[in-house]
């Protein structure tokens, strides 16, 4: 069995040396390793592809449901305000600084450590998977998205993302979609052609006025912003194309796909989605995960912002040590305490559900 104490001290340590290592997406080979390490080091058989680990607890009964715990390790590149160097993991006044410190490492370590302390029991209702995984700060298609099929059926999870170990039961999805008016090209002094940049103006009004019927009890309303626009090369020339994007950020409410259709069905410009797999994210409030999460103190919310659990297709919460806030901010930082009490809520909410 493993002590409680010695875990919350190797968890940290484990922070450390992960912070110690770049660990940028699609770059996260050499920190896999440290995870990978970490686990052998404990007697744990991983299982590795690309840059994403996994391991599944000693006693797994394919009989079983499994509860999925997942984080990931790769990190945005520094913000340009550091004054700390971002790869020195500094202990200062109950605080641990470094980059990934608290998006999301702290989650991933805290996970690992519930995940070592369940290792070993027997009779639990529940199969653990733990995956460390690799791309989450660009949604690549390299990370939890390539390895999920290796995990077995999962019946709902836990993803690790710093929300003060609060509970966000619902997230919203995301589409992107870059959108083409198409006009005609004439000389700019004379009544010539078809301005592009008109025709999209009338569709972006569309999109700044237009309200989804449908609203979410957990995230409000649906949200579409354009954020990016271009059109012409010379004073005067009447543009033949302006491309502009629109940042669509979906509920639970509405399916990517119906969205999609509402847009071409109003719009006359093309439009063409970049991607339609971060859907939207929701699980039961009655669900036991969610009772057992409440009776340990934790508050359900919806979260704006999406991460990889727009890609897990079973129920799941968003769940972890450290505050959202910090995230991507110079000189990142997590509390000590955060890691421990991280640890030992996780145990207290899975325990409700296992044993």
């Known amino acids: 069995m493993f002590d409680r104490d010695k875990l ?5 340590e484990l922070l450390k040396g992960l912070i110690r290592i770049e660990s940028f997406s699609k770059q996260e ?6 995870l990978n390490r970490f686990f052998e080091d404990r007697g744990v058989p991983t299982h590795r592809k690309k840059n994403n680990v996994w391991a599944f607890n000693k006693n797994y009964d394919p009989n079983k449901p499994t509860i999925l715990l997942n984080s990931h390790h790769d990190t945005v590149k520094p913000n340009p305000g550091y004054t700390n160097d971002p790869f020195d993991p500094i202990v200062k006044d109950g605080k641990l ?12 370590v805290s996970l690992m450590a519930t995940f070592i302390h369940f290792y070993e029991k027997e009779n639990l209702k529940y199969n653990f998977v733990v995956a460390a995984t690799a791309e989450e700060e660009i949604s690549g298609f390299d990370g939890l998205e390539l390895v999920y099929p ?10 690790g993302e710093p929300t003060l170990m609060d509970i966000a039961v619902a997230e919203k999805g995301l589409m992107v979609l870059d959108c083409v008016a198409k006009g005609k090209a004439g000389h700019a002094a004379r009544e010539e052609g078809d301005n592009a940049i008109y025709k999209a103006l009338k ?5 700044r006025n237009y309200k989804f019927e449908k609203v979410s009890p957990h995230l409000g309303p649906m949200k579409m912003s354009v954020t990016i626009i271009n059109a012409g090369y010379q004073h005067n020339v009447v543009p033949e194309n302006c491309t502009f994007t629109i940042d669509v950020r979906i509920t639970e409410e509405y399916r990517n796909e119906d969205v999609l259709r509402i847009i071409e069905e109003n719009i006359e410009s093309e ?8 859907r ?3 699980i039961d409030p009655e669900h036991p995960l969610v009772h057992a999460a409440i009776k340990y103190g934790a508050k359900p919310y919806g979260s704006p912002t999406t991460s990889d659990q727009a890609l897990v297709p079973v129920p799941s919460v968003k769940m972890g040590p450290g505050n959202s806030g ?21 145990i207290a909410v899975l325990s409700e559900l296992v044993i």
């Open 326 to 346: 910090r995230s991507h901010t110079a000189n990142e930082f997590i509390w000590l305490a955060e890691i421990e009490e991280g640890i030992d809520r996780y």
């Open 97 to 108: 600084f470094g980059l990934g410190s608290n998006d999301a490492g702290g989650c991933l």
């Open 150 to 159: 290796d995990l077995g059926p999962i019946d709902f999870a836990i993803v």
């Open 280 to 282: 939207p994210s929701f």
């Open 203 to 207: 569709d972006i009004e569309w999109i």
């Open 271 to 278: 439009v063409k989605p970049r991607s339609v797999r971060l």
């Open 29 to 34: 080979d050499k920190t896999a390793e440290l």
């Open 8 to 12: 919350k001290k190797d968890a940290l």
